[in-house]
């Protein structure tokens, strides 16, 4: 594996959807209808494939075996009840054994672990690291483990459920009460489904009602912290769901992957990241932690007490990125953005999509996908820290399917078995010899793979300084701050000049850079510099004087990356 300085571009993909070949899927249909991806479909043809678009490290979403309408029972594993299963496939956040590989993506189902192993294996002969998910917070209501080590105690088998909490259990629930949620309960199977007493919902619903929009298919794990009496911490001696969950986070570790995206970390206690992730890394040193943290007043706590490496920048440049490509707001917020994350903005994951966003390129988002190509360059190139891309948006996957479970929401489902449109016209049956995909699809591919490939190819990106040359270009003669954004990278005697252009027309700009960056990043001033488009691979001339601007002219929905050897 390559040194410690990459810039780690993460390719997340919904794993059981990226091999899927069927072209005529039906609405909620099972998995005999509709089909469903496995991992052996990420040969070493596609995890090169995935490599050359500039990725370093795939996220393979869904791993961890989760609650399903499909029938695995002669395989021992226990059904669910289909009223408390998201989609006909299942939500890959309602965990049903922390200690498997979900069925659905094997072709040997009983061999289901070893086919995990041998695609690790696989991923890292391509020179790609592996993350999966981990998801703390909560597990599906019939959770039941099969496969864990002898000797653990299966999740609540210990637990008083008289009490709605003890520090000792690893669920909450409410005494004497049954599950009454406010829907139906009975759905396709013939009875209802019995809880008693209830345990309470994931998203910290303490009451036996949960509703249709609760995350219902799930119960909240107790990590010790009272929340119906003053969130009392109860942390000593350290909770038995502690000790549960490190064990278990220890055996994927041990099975050589390369980082954890966990999933809603913030509602769980900072304190058990502290404990557990200083443990983790004493016996796997490079080991990821990506944090699912969407409350900016807790990212430091969850940084540096917790130990995580990186958190998700949704509140922050995401959502300022898609009011700007969407026209609803200025690229000026693009600096108050990295400026309100007070000096921790190369430990945020940067993204335009993942599976919780709506796509680009659907109705509900920017409707064209080179729209965001402007947002694309400054969340790929801005900062050394990592940008994730969602598998499909570099061929501007619309996600405007009508899949089952999942309505016709601008997002790819998580919970249907189904097939990707853009993903199967790139993989062309195994081929990835780009026959079946449209010049459009094609066009915005090369950008994409430009822009993320540049990202370790220049070091004034992956290790360089930043520059924001807004503050100098505010009421600017030839530049609207609220649709054009610049600023500088450079490392060494290499010099980027970025400029991008949120707007649909060309644009020819004046951009004023100020003495202040001249000194702060020791630039020589030169009235003609030769500079190269790394995106077009165009040359032109440029000048570099603080008293004088710069001319560079930018297409709409569009930017340049000026590479200058000073």
């Keep these: 594996m390559k040194d410690n300085h990459n810039k780690p571009i993460i390719y997340q993909v919904f794993t ?11 609405y909620n249909g099972n998995i005999t209808e509709n089909g469903c991806g496995k991992m052996a479909d990420f040969t070493i043809k596609a995890l090169n494939e995935i490599k050359k678009l500039g990725a370093t490290h795939i996220w393979y979403t869904g791993i961890i075996e989760h609650a399903t309408q499909t029938d695995y029972r002669r395989y021992n594993i226990r059904p669910d009840h289909p009223a408390f299963v998201k989609g006909k496939a299942g939500s890959p956040y309602a965990i049903k054994d922390y200690y498997d590989v979900d069925p659905d993506l094997a072709k040997d189902i009983p061999g289901r672990m070893k086919e995990f192993e041998n695609l690790v294996l696989r991923t890292h002969r391509c020179d790609l690291k592996v993350i999966i998910d981990f998801v703390p ?15 653990t105690a299966q999740l609540g088998a210990n637990d008083d459920p008289a009490y709605a909490f003890s520090p000792y259990n690893n669920f909450y629930y409410i005494p004497n009460s049954e599950l009454h949620a406010q829907f139906d309960m009975k759905g396709a199977a013939a009875e209802a489904y019995k809880e008693y007493p209830a345990k309470a919902t994931g998203n910290n619903r303490f009451d036996a009602y949960p509703n249709i929009n609760d995350w219902y298919e799930t119960v909240k794990l107790n990590y ?45 206690p900072v304190e058990f990241w502290e404990w557990a992730i200083p443990q983790v890394k004493a016996q796997y040193p490079s080991i990821l932690f990506i944090a699912e943290v969407y409350n900016p007043a807790e990212y430091k706590n969850y940084l540096f007490r917790g130990k995580f490496d990186y958190l998700y920048d949704k509140v922050g440049l995401y959502d300022t990125l898609r009011s700007i490509i969407c026209n609803n707001g200025s690229a000026t917020a693009i600096t108050h953005a990295w400026q309100n994350l007070g000096g921790i903005e190369k430990r945020m994951l940067n993204f335009l999509e993942n599976h919780d966003e709506q796509r680009i390129a659907s109705d509900f988002f920017a409707g064209n996908p080179f729209k965001a190509i402007p947002g694309l360059i400054v969340s790929a190139c801005m900062n050394t820290n990592p940008m994730m891309i969602y598998f499909g948006q570099e061929f501007g996957e619309p996600g405007m399917d009508n899949e089952g479970f999942s309505g016709r ?13 853009t993903i199967r016209r ?24 430009r822009v993320l490939t540049l990202c370790n190819e220049e070091k004034a990106i992956s290790q360089g300084d930043f520059f924001d040359l807004m503050y100098a270009n505010i009421n600017g003669w030839r530049f609207n701050e609220h649709r054009q954004y610049a600023f500088l990278r450079k490392y060494e005697n290499e010099l980027l000049i970025i400029v991008v252009n949120f707007d649909h027309m060309s644009m020819d700009l004046a951009i004023n850079i100020p003495t ?18 790394l995106i077009s ?14 001319d560079i002219s930018v297409k709409g929905y569009s930017g340049k990356i000026l590479k200058i050897i000073l």
């Design 426 to 449: 790139w993989r062309n049956g195994g081929k990835f010899d780009g026959n079946m995909l449209t010049d459009e699809q094609k066009a915005l591919y090369s950008i994409y793979q």
């Design 409 to 421: 929401d601008g997002r790819t489902t998580i919970f249907d078995y189904w097939s990707i449109d």
């Design 537 to 550: 691979g165009e040359e032109e001339d440029i000048s570099l004087l603080p008293y004088k601007a710069t």
């Design 516 to 533: 202040h960056a001249f000194n702060f990043l020791q630039i020589p001033q030169n009235p003609q510099y030769r500079a190269k488009d």
């Design 224 to 268: 010790g912290i009272d929340y119906q009496n003053g969130n009392t911490p109860h942390f000593n001696p350290i909770p038995d769901t502690w000790t549960k969950m490190l064990d278990i986070l220890l055996f994927w570790a041990g099975k050589n992957i390369d980082g954890f995206r966990c999933d809603m970390a913030e509602m769980v």
């Design 137 to 151: 917070n909560h597990v599906a209501r019939q959770y039941h483990s099969d496969s864990q080590p002898d000797g």
């Design 16 to 26: 059981r959807l990226f091999g899927n070949n069927n072209n005529h899927c039906i």
